[in-house]
């Protein structure tokens, strides 16, 4: 039996990259995919070659279709790749930073544990957590955001990546990429 992943911003450059590589390993891929008024999967229709990926109409502020999805599919792997990630946008818009970057990784996360407890989730996290420090940065470099978009990731590391891994012993990572 193929395991199941599901990938949260399937659109973007990871995620489209990401999706292929999982069909090749044999997995059942999945991807929570936000309409737009246009159809978002055109550019991805080349990287997929004739292979399927399940796509499920949703959106990361909507915690009912969040939990619909999960009790759906019940994923065996989450790559959380979904984010408002720009940072100049960030202080425009710091509500919808908030909710989608914060709060949406919460849905995500305590929604697939809800689903299965066994489940594996990356969470894409971003260098900006570090602020202004010296490169080269590590796990012990103090997190020091600067803007409400790094804020967002910050927290919703250590609220749901590191707080989840200590109380529920969940298995949950994240990176952080610049």
């Given at each position: 039996?193929?395991?199941?992943?599901?990938?949260?911003?399937?659109?973007?450059?990871?995620?489209?990259?990401?999706?292929?590589?999982?069909?090749?390993?044999?997995?059942?891929?999945?991807?929570?995919?936000?309409?737009?008024?246009?159809?978002?999967?055109?550019?991805?229709?080349?990287?997929?070659?004739?292979?399927?990926v399940h796509?499920?109409?949703?959106?990361?502020?909507?915690?009912?279709?969040?939990?619909?999805?999960?009790k759906e599919?019940?994923?065996?792997?989450?790559?959380?790749?979904?984010?408002?990630?720009?940072?100049?946008?960030?202080?425009?818009?710091?509500?919808?930073?908030?909710?989608?970057?914060?709060?949406?990784v919460g849905?995500?996360?305590?929604?697939?544990?809800?689903?299965?407890?066994?489940?594996?989730?990356?969470?894409?996290?971003?260098?900006?957590?570090?602020?202004?420090?010296?490169?080269?940065?590590?796990?012990?470099?103090?997190?020091?955001?600067?803007?409400?978009?790094?804020?967002?990731?910050?927290?919703?590391?250590?609220?749901?990546?590191?707080?989840?891994?200590?109380?529920?012993?969940?298995?949950?990572?994240?990176?952080?990429?610049?």
């Amino acid at each position: 039996m193929s395991k199941i992943a599901l990938i949260t911003g399937i659109t973007g450059q990871d995620g489209s990259y990401l999706a292929p590589l999982l069909l090749d390993k044999g997995y059942e891929v999945h991807a929570i995919l936000r309409r737009t008024s246009n159809d978002p999967t055109t550019r991805l229709n080349d990287l997929f070659a004739g292979r399927k990926v399940h796509f499920h109409d949703g959106n990361l502020r909507d915690l009912n279709r969040v939990r619909e999805i999960m009790k759906e599919v019940v994923p065996d792997e989450i790559y959380n790749l979904a984010a408002q990630s720009h940072v100049g946008i960030s202080f425009k818009c710091p509500d919808e930073t908030w909710d989608i970057n914060y709060y949406g990784v919460g849905r995500i996360i305590n929604e697939a544990l809800q689903a299965n407890p066994d489940v594996r989730i990356y969470q894409a996290s971003t260098s900006e957590m570090f602020g202004n420090s010296p490169a080269p940065q590590n796990e012990d470099t103090l997190l020091a955001p600067e803007s409400p978009y790094a804020e967002a990731k910050t927290r919703a590391h250590e609220d749901f990546i590191v707080n989840k891994r200590k109380t529920q012993n969940a298995f949950a990572v994240s990176s952080r990429i610049s």
